[in-house]
């Protein structure tokens, strides 16, 4: 069983800096592709992913510059630092697994197996 466990969202200042970590049980996470989307109303949208071996990251064009997705293998978590954080990016995140090499663009939601509980982001103007 695979469960994935985010922490570090709140509420912080426009401007500010958040960083997200997702720590991922189970062996299958050095080979999982990881990615965060986040969700403020209907529908959940991609924010960044990361590839096992770390060298292949991807972002959405409104958090481009801003955020960074990183992983560390011996901690089995992903983090997700957020910088010049903005009321927009107001949202609940999500980590998201790829654990079977599933077909798909890293941005759609369908590509991955597992997901997290979610953890609130609130950026006040």
């Known amino acids: 069983q695979v469960q994935l466990t985010e922490s570090g969202g709140g509420l912080v200042q426009a401007g500010g800096s958040l960083r997200l970590s997702c720590v991922v049980s189970?062996?299958?996470?050095?080979?999982?592709?990881m990615s965060w989307f986040r969700q403020s109303g209907k529908e959940r949208e991609f924010v960044a992913a990361i590839?096992?071996?770390?060298?292949?990251?991807n972002y959405a064009d409104s958090v481009k510059g801003r955020f960074t997705i990183s992983r560390d293998h011996a901690k089995n978590t992903v983090y997700l630092q957020m910088n010049s954080l903005k009321p927009e990016d107001t949202a609940v995140y999500y980590c998201?697994?790829?654990?079977?090499?599933?077909?798909?663009?890293?941005?759609?939601?369908?590509?991955?197996?597992?997901w997290g509980q979610g953890t609130q982001v609130t950026v006040s103007s």
């Open positions: 189970g062996r299958t996470f050095s080979r999982a592709s």
């Open positions: 998201a697994a790829d654990v079977y090499g599933g077909s798909g663009s890293f941005n759609r939601k369908n590509k991955y197996d597992y």
């Open positions: 590839g096992w071996s770390t060298a292949t990251t």
